[in-house]
């Protein structure tokens, strides 16, 4: 059951290289859907387009909208649901997970309700918290299908989507702790009123829908409350979040 404690914590967990390793095979896989969804795109219908090509135009659609998917919405019309679908598409993903002991405890741990909110779409996001044994402890799963700002696809890190789900959700920011990998995403967060966790173990690869590139540097930002190398480590920091 939800925790009812209106003076409690609601946590928003990203999932991808928060609540498990994305860079070890699945941010790869991704990658490579995507570059290949693209190529044809962009192709002449015959030949696809060039490996330079295909980068320009992920590197352009990132800095111009935050993510490729956008760029490729607008300038494409492409679907979204389809480019999400097949970018995600995997053979065995169970074999592709990999994820720290213990996780399920940990949030047992944790005081207060939890929130997955991704930029991952639905059926990917439900199938690797299923792999997970975590989907119980979640009040809401919020995939990126549900980021919609009048009926215009808003993720990570819109500052407009965010308002909305903390309205929708009868929250206020400053009850709320936003936990990443992604530094853009805690930045537009900490701007509204919530707290910041920084996770850092698995940045080896970023987020292929283009969100993000990696730090510089993994030294913490002044928008970032708390940084811990994994999730395990919240419930000793939490006197940094109160």
């Known amino acids: 059951m939800p925790n009812i404690n209106r003076?409690?914590?609601?946590?928003?967990?990203?999932?991808?290289?928060?609540?498990?390793?994305?860079?070890?095979?699945?941010?790869?896989?991704?990658?490579?859907?995507?570059?290949?969804y693209i190529a044809r795109v962009l192709g002449d219908g015959g030949t696809p387009a060039s490996d330079a090509a295909v980068n320009a135009a992920r590197s352009a659609y990132w800095r111009r909208y935050g993510a490729t998917l956008l760029g490729m919405v607008k300038h494409h019309q492409v679907a979204a649901a389809d480019f999400l679908r097949q970018t995600?598409?995997?053979?065995?993903?169970?074999?592709?997970?990999?994820?720290?002991?213990?996780?399920?405890?940990?949030?047992?741990?944790?005081?207060?309700?939890?929130?997955?909110?991704?930029?991952?779409?639905?059926?990917?996001?439900?199938?690797?918290?299923?792999?997970?044994?975590?989907?119980?402890?979640?009040?809401?799963?919020?995939?990126?299908?549900?980021?919609?700002?009048?009926?215009?696809?808003?993720?990570?890190?819109?500052?407009l989507m965010l308002r909305r789900l903390l309205r929708r959700q009868?929250?206020?920011?400053?009850?709320?702790?936003?936990?990443?990998?992604?530094?853009?995403?805690?930045?537009?967060?900490?701007?509204?009123?919530?707290?910041?966790?920084?996770?850092?173990?698995y940045l080896r690869m970023a987020d292929p829908i283009g969100m993000a590139g990696l730090p510089k540097t993994l030294n913490r930002p002044a928008y970032v409350d708390v940084k811990v190398k994994s999730v395990r480590h919240l419930p000793a920091r939490m006197q940094r979040l109160r």
């Open 7 to 36: 003076s409690a914590p609601v946590w928003l967990f990203d999932l991808d290289n928060t609540l498990h390793n994305a860079s070890h095979a699945i941010f790869p896989a991704i990658t490579a859907n995507m570059n290949a």
């Open 88 to 159: 995600h598409a995997m053979d065995d993903l169970a074999s592709m997970i990999r994820a720290e002991r213990g996780l399920a405890q940990l949030l047992r741990r944790l005081p207060g309700r939890k929130i997955l909110l991704t930029n991952a779409p639905q059926r990917y996001s439900r199938d690797v918290m299923r792999h997970l044994g975590l989907q119980r402890h979640f009040s809401h799963h919020v995939a990126i299908e549900a980021m919609q700002v009048h009926r215009q696809l808003r993720p990570k890190p819109s500052g």
């Open 170 to 201: 009868g929250l206020r920011a400053g009850r709320c702790i936003l936990v990443e990998d992604t530094l853009a995403n805690l930045r537009s967060a900490k701007a509204l009123g919530l707290r910041t966790v920084w996770i850092t173990q």
